[in-house]
């Protein structure tokens, strides 16, 4: 099992930048394929974006594209979700996800969650 723990998230304002880090222990990182995901308030949680395991593949979605990149460093069993451009409407608890072939949008393919970090964008 691997246990995952964010990091990063705090209150901004519109156009800034923020990263958000997940730390990963008790795993073989390296073989997860990792995702990030938030859900906003009255809403239902949302894929956000996904990097493969080994090879260099992303997904995102359609609202964050372009301004928002997922990176790995295996090194250091660390993922990130660096976010550019920040809107109100990316206002959300981010969670980052790890699955052995879950690659994907789809939250059911991730099995391990971490407890999430708010995200407050303000006007």
């Known amino acids: 099992q691997v246990q995952l723990v964010e990091s990063g998230g705090g209150l901004v304002q519109t156009g800034d930048t923020l990263r958000l880090s997940c730390a990963a222990t008790g795993g073989a990182f390296s073989t997860y394929d990792l995702a990030w995901f938030r859900q906003a308030p009255g809403k239902e949680r949302e894929f956000v974006a996904a990097?493969?395991?080994?090879?260099?593949?992303?997904i995102y979605a359609g609202s964050v594209k372009g301004r928002f990149t997922i990176s790995r460093d295996n090194a250091k069993n660390m993922m990130y979700l660096q976010m550019t451009s920040l809107k109100p409407e990316d206002t959300a608890i981010y969670y980052c996800?790890?699955?052995?072939?879950?690659?994907?949008?789809?939250?059911?393919?991730?099995?391990?969650w971490g407890q999430g970090t708010q995200v407050t964008v303000s006007s």
């Open positions: 990097r493969h395991r080994n090879v260099i593949s992303t």
């Open positions: 996800a790890a699955g052995a072939g879950a690659y994907g949008r789809s939250p059911r393919g991730y099995d391990y």
